[in-house]
């Protein structure tokens, strides 16, 4: 555990007590401050209790004698409306910070040296932040990752000198974090997201764009409006600024030409590694976490060839166009996390034959805006609630079966697809659907769809997982 020892002696309360609020509370306490915490549910507040946190209603409390109020998250800060606890930290002047700014500060004060990449943007940041992580630590660097991936960040060893922290950052996080200062931040993309928390897109942006304005060096995606004006913006203030980009051949910076990454200095481009027979990286989304992945380690003083390895080792994540067996030329992925048809587009764009388990409880627009990629689907195998309008949506140009149930549809797209005379197949799970209708969540539903796999004869799974 980080010990947030910047508030020894001071009085801090604490708002939200999820998995991340308890262990600010802890670090907080053990760095020798005077914490008042409060939740409100009850089950979170007595689970502090347990943890021996002093729990009081913060609506009881004497904020004129607080000197922070620390955060989850989770709970608004500006909209819909503030929550009280901000209304009444405001009204006494209480400055409001989170996990991620704690972590910030402890890091000045410990070891300011030690290397911190932070990663956010609206697609890609667990990913990347996955990635680089994995890259760093194949290459035999002291690596710890966390934020909103994993572990909460005041849960990761204390700040060294040669120690690299590899944090995701939600625009919530960010928020909370006024004086976040990383050795290297990634800012991948935006696209309208989190408004009902943050007001406009143009507070969304302003938000996401203070990571890589702190940041010593900023990479920041260019291929859509909003990055390109960030990076423009930055570079007139005199910032350090990497561009990247999947669709533009830059003079100065990190393109995709096909599945070779290039880094360009004033017009002369070099390729550095290959996504080539990368099957964790597939796609161009993929493309785009790689090339960030390639500018922050080169900043860190990673070779091309140690870059090389680690992406050629990546495993990808879990429930995240996993990987998770072949039998024969069929591979199986599993995208569960695919909740709704812009999560599925990305799957359904990397593969060329697909045998596609889609359906589970709708989201509004089902999966209308898919009908380009139908081609590439050589059979559906509908779920859930969804199956009645996904098949009317398919209609009669593609083929497709109501399954049911994902063990059924593995079962059959897996029968279909092995007479497939194709090169290579996949059986794909990318339900375009959330997973309420029959799953608790999408990982359960996600799990669901490895057993079946696992289940079937013949069937060798990928990077040692089974």
């Excluded at 969540?441 to 990077?463: H, M, P, Q, T, Y």
């Amino acid at each position: 555990m980080i010990l947030a020892s910047t508030f020894d002696g001071k009085r801090v309360a604490v708002f939200g007590l999820g998995g991340s609020g308890l262990v600010t509370a802890c670090a907080l306490v053990e760095g020798g401050a005077a914490v008042t915490a409060w939740d409100d549910n009850p089950e979170s507040v007595e689970r502090a209790n347990d943890e021996g946190i002093s729990t009081t209603d913060l609506r009881e409390v004497d904020w004129s004698a607080l000197n922070a109020l620390v955060l989850a998250p989770g709970v608004p800060l500006t909209h819909p409306r503030p929550h009280w606890t901000v209304d009444l930290a405001r009204d006494n002047g209480v400055e409001i910070i989170g996990d991620i700014e704690l972590f910030a500060r402890e890091r000045r004060v410990r070891a300011p040296e030690a290397p911190f990449i932070a990663v956010t943007g609206t697609n890609g940041k667990s990913t990347t932040t996955a990635l680089i992580s994995h890259v760093l630590k194949s290459a035999g660097r002291d690596t710890q990752m966390g934020g909103n991936i994993g572990r909460a960040v005041l849960s990761l060893d204390r700040p060294e000198a040669e120690r690299h922290y590899v944090v995701e950052c939600s625009s919530y996080q960010i928020d909370l974090a006024p004086t976040l200062d990383p050795t290297v931040g990634i800012l991948l993309n935006l696209s309208p997201d989190h408004l009902d928390r943050h007001g406009t897109m143009e507070r969304y942006v302003a938000i996401k764009e203070r990571l890589v304005a702190g940041s010593a060096a900023a990479i920041v995606g260019v291929d859509d409006e909003h990055g390109a004006a960030v990076a423009d913006r930055l570079e007139r203030a005199g910032r350090k600024v990497v561009r990247i980009s999947v669709s533009q051949t830059l003079e100065t910076g990190y393109f995709a030409h096909g599945a070779e990454l290039v880094h360009a200095e004033a017009g002369r481009a070099e390729p550095l590694v290959s996504l080539h027979g990368v099957g964790s990286l597939r796609g161009l989304h993929n493309a785009q976490n790689a090339l960030a992945a390639l500018a922050a380690c080169r900043i860190s003083g990673l070779s091309s060839e140690e870059i090389q390895a680690g992406f050629e080792s990546f495993p990808g994540l879990v429930h995240r166009m996993e990987q998770v067996a072949r039998r024969g030329q069929v591979l199986f992925v599993n995208d569960s996390k695919a909740t709704n048809a812009d999560a599925s587009a990305p799957a359904l764009s990397s593969f060329s034959r697909i045998y596609w388990i889609v359906g589970g409880l709708p989201k509004e627009g089902g999966i209308e805006k898919l009908r380009p990629l139908f081609p590439r689907v050589a059979k559906a195998y509908l779920v859930g609630e969804a199956a009645p309008a996904f098949a009317a949506t398919l209609g009669e140009g593609t083929s497709y079966e109501i399954s049911g149930t994902v063990a059924a549809a593995v079962e059959h797209a897996a029968r279909d697809a092995q007479d497939d005379p194709a090169e290579e197949v996949v059986v794909l799970l990318s339900p375009a659907c959330a997973s309420f209708d029959q799953f608790r969540n999408f990982e359960i539903r996600g799990e669901a769809f490895r057993e079946a796999v696992f289940s079937l004869a013949g069937v060798e799974a990928i990077g040692g997982k089974g």
